[in-house]
RNA sequence: GGCGGCGUGCCCAAGUGGUAAGGGAGCAGUCUGCAAAACUGCCAUUCAGCGGUUCGAAUCCGCUCGCCGCCUCCA
């Protein structure tokens, strides 16, 4: 069965089919690191994660990279209001971007590049252009010359001349046509610049992923992916001038891209004020039920992040991980045994069998969730001494499958103390104040003073904290809000 | 104005021709001193509406209504 996916550039699923057999080439595009990363990002990140590790999964040899968009007018300026030099600033935001991703268990792709340890090569394409006609240096500045590409808009699903009538482009008179776009911009006083054929200046925005894509990746790669909104004009003009510098067509086999996160229904905006950062999000939720949020809908869907939907997906997370803890009580051999999943392929193909259709994600979920239901039922079944037997092969089975599972979604990969010590941090309640009140309330069961008992109970509650009895005694969490 | 997308139960969300996954919430039951967790049962004869194609449609086509995104920096 081969792996379907939505190709943004045909508007349709293809059989995805790599230049090279096996072998997958990917770039994504990453921050401009100017502030705090949001949970937009997460949503890019985390997609494009989980891809490119089901790739791998599937044993296909990735060669995957995301870059850090380094220099920029937003980074000159926010350094510039900090009186620090833009590098220091773009390096200080680089470091928080990649403290959210580590905490979202997003792994590292294999290259990071950045936008200015390419310059070489972005005045190398930008040369190669003007050479070829496509692009022309004024007062240096260089444009690329969108009328030089016959199929330009062809992502985008748009023609120049619509664009021009929308005449929301900046009128540069010294361009050729107004929608002529930057490939080099001459710095002004101050201003971080490099040399180059045309003086000292920067990189325009969308020369610098073409430039990285063809040091690191190769002049034509398989998957690139971003944010839906770099449609256009981003990869529209990435692509015409990959295209045209390398007269390589297509510059990108298959288009991915992912879907908008509203909050509480609006979209995020500055001017709205309601851009939430990553860092704040993992205040009031555990990363991992962040990440399982993420994925619990298709990554082309737009998603809305609610308070009640985060909550639902701690639940979630939750309901894992206590069903692990289960396991370990009651049938804790069965947590030795899920390393033998070959007896269970068949199942693990139907379980997984989503990912093939353009990565579903959030069906697979879907799929552990029946996992877990079926190891509390046999757990359930083997207490009450009923059931068919072999519940102890029906646990490892699907511990087995969630385990495998983790290894893509990378959600359901840690150990259900790492996970409630993460979850049960989030209290301002000391935990000495909590253990004391636990202890109160033992001794007034074991008094029959009900009465107290379940006035403590209600105290913690009041709280946040939620008291669990079992024949082992007391327990204690911090409830899910 | 141009381009694109979406509308599935109380909420979230899969399902793109074969007769509605899953999660959360709720209700009832088992269990529990009480709870919690877990399990069991209930919870969409129906997929915005109306037509059409088909033996058969949430899934394909047309129209209507509603919502959203991009076209400007933006994941």
Same mark, same amino acid.
């Given at each position: 069965?081969?792996?379907?996916?939505?190709?943004s550039?045909?508007?349709?699923?293809?059989?995805?089919?790599?230049?090279?057999?096996?072998?997958?080439?990917?770039?994504?595009?990453?921050?401009?690191v100017?502030?705090?990363?949001?949970?937009?990002?997460?949503?890019?990140a985390?997609?494009?994660?989980?891809?490119?590790?089901?790739?791998?999964y599937k044993?296909?040899?990735?060669?995957?990279?995301?870059?850090?968009?380094?220099?920029?007018?937003?980074?000159?300026?926010?350094?510039?209001e900090?009186?620090?030099?833009?590098?220091e600033l773009?390096?200080?935001?680089?470091?928080?971007f990649?403290?959210?991703?580590?905490?979202?268990?997003?792994?590292?792709?294999?290259?990071?590049?950045?936008?200015?340890?390419s310059?070489?090569?972005?005045?190398?394409?930008t040369?190669?252009?003007?050479?070829?006609?496509?692009?022309?240096?004024?007062?240096?500045?260089?444009?690329?010359s969108?009328r030089?590409?016959?199929?330009?808009?062809k992502?985008s699903?748009?023609?120049?001349?619509?664009?021009?009538?929308?005449?929301?482009?900046?009128?540069?008179?010294?361009?050729?046509?107004?929608l002529?776009?930057?490939?080099?911009k001459?710095?002004?006083?101050?201003?971080?610049f490099?040399?180059?054929?045309?003086?000292?200046?920067?990189?325009?925005?969308?020369?610098?992923?073409?430039?990285?894509?063809?040091?690191?990746?190769?002049?034509?790669?398989?998957?690139?992916?971003?944010?839906?909104?770099?449609?256009?004009?981003?990869?529209?003009n990435?692509?015409?001038?990959?295209?045209?510098?390398?007269?390589?067509?297509?510059?990108?086999?298959?288009?991915?891209?992912?879907?908008?996160?509203?909050?509480?229904k609006?979209?995020?905006?500055?001017?709205?004020?309601?851009?939430?950062?990553?860092?704040?999000?993992?205040v009031?939720?555990?990363?991992?039920?962040?990440?399982?949020?993420?994925?619990?809908?298709?990554?082309?869907?737009p998603?809305?992040?609610t308070?009640?939907?985060?909550?639902? @997906? /701690?639940?979630?997370?939750? #309901?894992?991980? +206590?069903t692990v803890? *289960?396991?370990? &009580?009651?049938?804790?051999?069965? =947590?030795?045994?899920?390393?033998?999943?070959?007896?269970?392929?068949?199942?693990?193909?139907?379980?997984?069998?989503?990912m093939?259709?353009?990565?579903?994600?959030a069906?697979?979920?879907?799929?552990?969730?029946?996992e877990?239901?079926r190891?509390?039922?046999?757990l359930?079944?083997?207490?009450?001494?009923k059931?068919?037997?072999?519940?102890?092969?029906?646990?490892?089975?699907?511990?087995?499958?969630?385990?495998?599972?983790?290894?893509?979604?990378?959600?359901?990969?840690?150990?259900?103390?790492?996970?409630?010590?993460?979850?049960?941090?989030?209290?301002?309640?000391?935990?000495?104040?909590?253990e004391?009140?636990? @202890? /109160?309330?033992i001794?007034? #069961?074991a008094? +029959?003073?009900?009465? *107290?008992?379940? &006035?403590?109970r209600?105290?913690? =509650?009041d709280?946040?904290?939620?008291?669990e009895?079992?024949?082992?005694?007391t327990?204690?969490?911090?409830?899910?809000?």
């Amino acid at each position: 069965m081969s792996i379907k996916v939505y190709n943004s550039l045909t508007r349709k699923k293809e059989d995805f089919e790599p230049a090279i057999p096996g072998k997958v080439t990917m770039y994504v595009c990453g921050p401009t690191v100017y502030a705090m990363s949001h949970i937009g990002h997460a949503r890019s990140a985390v997609s494009f994660d989980s891809i490119q590790r089901y790739l791998r999964y599937k044993g296909f040899e990735v060669k995957y990279a995301r870059n850090y968009t380094d220099v920029d007018d937003k980074i000159i300026n926010k350094a510039n209001e900090e009186g620090v030099p833009p590098q220091e600033l773009a390096e200080r935001y680089i470091r928080e971007f990649d403290f959210d991703m580590n905490a979202l268990h997003v792994q590292l792709p294999d290259i990071r590049p950045k936008a200015t340890e390419s310059i070489k090569k972005i005045i190398e394409v930008t040369e190669s252009l003007i050479k070829k006609g496509a692009a022309y240096a004024i007062d240096g500045d260089v444009y690329y010359s969108v009328r030089s590409k016959k199929d330009y808009g062809k992502l985008s699903g748009k023609n120049i001349d619509d664009l021009e009538s929308g005449a929301r482009v900046d009128v540069d008179e010294r361009k050729n046509d107004p929608l002529d776009f930057a490939l080099w911009k001459s710095s002004k006083p101050g201003e971080p610049f490099w040399e180059s054929p045309w003086g000292g200046g920067r990189p325009g925005w969308h020369i610098e992923c073409t430039a990285m894509v063809m040091e690191w990746l190769g002049e034509t790669i398989d998957i690139h992916g971003g944010g839906k909104d770099l449609i256009f004009p981003h990869h529209e003009n990435e692509i015409a001038q990959s295209e045209a510098a390398t007269g390589k067509t297509p510059y990108v086999k298959y288009w991915l891209h992912n879907g908008f996160v509203n909050i509480e229904k609006e979209k995020m905006s500055k001017s709205l004020g309601n851009i939430l950062n990553i860092r704040d999000a993992l205040v009031d939720h555990t990363a991992e039920a962040i990440r399982l949020f993420l994925l619990s809908s298709h990554y082309r869907s737009p998603i809305d992040y609610t308070r009640d939907s985060l909550r639902d @997906a /701690e639940a979630g997370v939750e #309901r894992f991980y +206590k069903t692990v803890q *289960r396991v370990a &009580a009651e049938c804790p051999t069965a =947590l030795e045994a899920i390393s033998c999943h070959s007896c269970v392929q068949e199942r693990l193909d139907e379980a997984f069998s989503p990912m093939e259709d353009d990565f579903n994600t959030a069906e697979v979920v879907g799929n552990l969730f029946k996992e877990m239901s079926r190891m509390n039922r046999a757990l359930d079944d083997a207490k009450a001494g009923k059931g068919p037997k072999g519940h102890k092969e029906e646990l490892s089975y699907s511990l087995a499958i969630i385990n495998e599972a983790s290894k893509f979604l990378g959600i359901f990969d840690r150990t259900p103390e790492e996970y409630f010590s993460d979850k049960n941090s989030r209290t301002s309640v000391p935990a000495e104040e909590i253990e004391k009140l636990i @202890a /109160e309330r033992i001794a007034a #069961r074991a008094s +029959k003073d009900f009465a *107290r008992a379940d &006035a403590i109970r209600k105290e913690l =509650l009041d709280k946040g904290i939620v008291l669990e009895d079992s024949p082992k005694g007391t327990t204690w969490s911090v409830k899910t809000q």
